[in-house]
């Protein structure tokens, strides 16, 4: 069970978009549409921004969306507001009724 | 107020034993699948265990397959997680998380500080 490939690190400047990829295989990623993306800030529990590959759920600010193509899944975040800085994980259910994430990118806006 | 509380964690020698428990409120326990995600100090999320909401199904990182039991009542709104031989590389906050999709966890607890030391 290999985590999840993600950048460490992302930046860009307050109102730009940006995106988070998120690279598995076909046993995670590629072969389910089960992938998740997380918020998390030093100190608070994660926060669930995106389920399904791209559903929202209910609070969550529209300016997140997630999609998918083949084995790579994506975060992209509209609109950078300074409130968006923090770490963010993706996660995948996988063959073995079990469930990775990735190693985290830490996004900064300049 | 929909809410997950752990308790149990502490601080233990290698191959010794604990268990954490979780309770929740605010919901309806039986209708959710639940798991357990840590974070070691420093490090990232890892997914660690996760059961089916009647317990019929349950799944185990690699990392701790043999060593923990993940476990509910939902009588008790609880889940348990029995970690057996434990490791110093078990040091970690474990989270208790709620399942609304295969890996989409909406609602976490705040968290209980396992640490394995000699």
């Known amino acids: 069970q290999s985590a999840l490939t993600q950048p460490a690190s992302v930046s860009e400047s307050p109102g730009q978009s940006i995106t988070i990829s998120c690279t598995g295989t076909?046993?995670?990623?590629?072969?389910?549409?089960?992938v998740s993306w997380y918020q998390h800030h030093p100190g608070k529990a994660p926060k669930l921004m995106i389920y399904d590959v791209s559903k929202r759920p209910s609070g969550v600010s529209n300016r997140f969306s997630g999609s998918k193509s083949g084995n790579t899944a994506s975060l992209t975040i509209s609109g950078l507001q300074a409130e968006d800085e923090g770490d963010y994980y993706c996660s995948s259910y996988t063959s073995g009724n079990t469930v990775i994430f990735g190693g985290g990118t830490k996004l900064s806006v300049l | 107020e929909v809410q997950l509380v752990e308790s149990g964690g502490g601080v233990v020698r290698p191959g010794g034993s604990l268990r954490l428990s979780c309770v929740a409120s605010?919901?309806?326990?039986?209708?959710?699948?639940m798991n357990w995600v840590r974070q070691a100090p420093g490090k990232g999320l890892e997914w660690v265990a996760g059961i089916s909401w009647n317990g019929g199904s349950t799944g185990y990182a690699d990392s701790v397959k043999g060593r923990f039991t993940i476990s509910r009542d939902n009588a008790k709104n609880s889940l348990y997680l029995q970690m057996n031989n434990l490791r110093i590389e078990d040091t970690a906050f474990f989270h208790c998380v709620r399942d609304i999709s295969w890996g989409g966890f909406d609602i976490w607890g705040q968290g209980t500080m396992v640490t394995v030391s000699s």
């Open positions: 076909s046993s995670d990623v590629g072969g389910y549409n089960y």
């Open positions: 605010g919901f309806t326990f039986d209708d959710h699948g």
